[in-house]
C-alpha cells in the first residue's frame, strides 16, 4: 500500500497571505495524484487532479505541482472560504487509493 | 448535473451488515466507476472499493476485503454496499463518488453529501 503523508497536520495563515500543503508518498506514483478539500458537513471537492490540473471551477489561486513522491497545493492568497481540510490522494497504485491524513488550514 | 444520493439504515448493530445504495441522477450511471469512501467522525478518508458500470470490474481494500460487497444495478441506477460483521470501528460518515472524469475540457468527480452510520447495539 502506498501510505501518503501530509505536512504540516495544521497551518495557521492570514488572509491574504500564501499557503503552502505538502504531500509525501512512500512511493512513486507520478502524477496521479490529487488534492481535495473538505468543509465541516460537506463531502470532500476535487481541487487538483493529475497532480497540476485545476478541476472545473476551481479559482486559479489553487495550484499543484509535483511528481514522483513529492507534491504540494499552493493557495496564493487565501481568502474566507479557504479555510478547511485538505487531502492528498494517490490513485496510481490499487490496492488502495490512499488519502493522506489531511492538513487543517486555520486562520491566524 | 449529475447529482448521487446515499440511502440505507443510520443505525447497525454490532455483527450485522451495513447495507447502503448510491442513486444516480441526472446522468447516466454506465460509462463511470463508482466508488465508495468512508470517514470515521473526526478522522480522514478511507477508500473502500469500486465498481465499473457493468460490474464486471470490481476491487476492494485489502483490509475490508473479507467483509465487502459492491454490487450495481444499471436499471436503478444504483450502486450497493454491503460490510458484513460491523464493530464499532465502521462507525463512520459513508460517501459514494464517482470516478473523476476529465473529458469534455476539464476535470471533475461527483460525490454524495454522505450517510453516517452508526454501529451501536
Known amino acids: 500500500e502506498v501510505v501518503m503523508t501530509q505536512s504540516p497536520a495544521t497551518l495557521s495563515v492570514s488572509p491574504g497571505e500564501r499557503a503552502t500543503l505538502s504531500c509525501r508518498a512512500s512511493?512513486?506514483?507520478?502524477?496521479?495524484l490529487a488534492w481535495y478539500q473538505q468543509k465541516p458537513g460537506q463531502a470532500p471537492r476535487l481541487l487538483i487532479y493529475g497532480a497540476s490540473t485545476r478541476a472545473t471551477g476551481i479559482p486559479a489561486r489553487f495550484s499543484g505541482s509535483g511528481s514522483g513522491t513529492e507534491f504540494t497545493l499552493t493557495i496564493s492568497s487565501l481568502q474566507s472560504e479557504d479555510f478547511a481540510v485538505y487531502y492528498c490522494q494517490q490513485y496510481s497504485n490499487w490496492p488502495p487509493y490512499s488519502f493522506g491524513q489531511g492538513t487543517k488550514l486555520e486562520i491566524k | 448535473q449529475v447529482q448521487l444520493q446515499e440511502s440505507g439504515p443510520g443505525l447497525v448493530k454490532p455483527s450485522e451488515t451495513l447495507s447502503l445504495t448510491c442513486t444516480v441522477s441526472?446522468?447516466?450511471?454506465?460509462?463511470?466507476?463508482w466508488s465508495w469512501i468512508r470517514q470515521p467522525p473526526g478522522k480522514g478518508l478511507e477508500w473502500i472499493g469500486y465498481?465499473?458500470?457493468?460490474?464486471?470490474?470490481?476491487n476492494y481494500n485489502p483490509s475490508l476485503k473479507s467483509r465487502v460487497t459492491i454490487s450495481v444495478d444499471t436499471s436503478k441506477s444504483q450502486f450497493s454496499l454491503k460490510l458484513s460483521s460491523v464493530t464499532a470501528a465502521d462507525t463512520a460518515v459513508y460517501y459514494c463518488a464517482s470516478e473523476v472524469d476529465c473529458s469534455g475540457g476539464g476535470c471533475k468527480d461527483y460525490w454524495g453529501q454522505g450517510t453516517l452510520v452508526t454501529v451501536s447495539s
Open positions: 512511493q512513486s506514483v507520478s502524477i496521479n
Open positions: 465498481i465499473y458500470y457493468s460490474g464486471n470490474i470490481i
Open positions: 441526472g446522468g447516466s450511471i454506465s460509462s463511470y466507476y
